[in-house]
Nanobody, 127 residues
Framework: VQLQASGGGLVQAGASLRLSCTAS????????MGWFRQAPGKEREFVTV????????YYADSVKGRFTISRDNAKNTVYLQMNSLKPEDTAVYYC?????????????????????WGQGTQVTVSS
């Protein structure tokens, strides 16, 4: 499956952005969809994930209550609504797809379980 992320940009602290990730190539509804991010000089980290049906979601503590993941299987698209952005949210954001069931937050954070990755979209939050 091919993933194309979009929607990044430069915003001020407190603003909102919505990222999109559109999939092509295989049946989108087979995949759990996650968002990860990587800041300069840091490792890639888990942000959030949504199950195949959309019934389960998990969030990193750092974004809980500010970010919301959703998906539209008819449009082969997953979204990341980011509110109350902070400078520490600055990173390249990647969407990723994984087959199989999500087994909770700890399982969802495992990067190696994601089979397909998008190219990333830059989010920069100024103070």
């Amino acid at each position: 499956v091919q993933l194309q992320a979009s929607g990044g940009g430069l915003v001020q602290a407190g603003a909102s952005l919505r990222l999109s990730c559109t999939a092509s190539g295989r049946t989108f509804s087979r995949y759990g969809m996650g968002w990860f991010r990587q800041a300069p000089g840091k490792e890639r980290e888990f942000v959030t994930v949504i199950s195949k049906s959309g019934g389960n979601t998990y969030y990193a503590d750092s974004v809980k209550g500010r970010f919301t993941i959703s998906r539209d299987n008819a449009k082969n698209t997953v979204y990341l609504q980011m509110n109350s952005l902070k400078p520490e949210d600055t990173a390249v954001y990647y969407c990723a797809a994984r087959e199989g069931t999500l087994y909770g937050l700890a399982d969802s954070r495992l990067i190696w379980k994601y089979d397909y990755w998008g190219q990333g979209t830059q989010v920069t939050v100024s103070s």
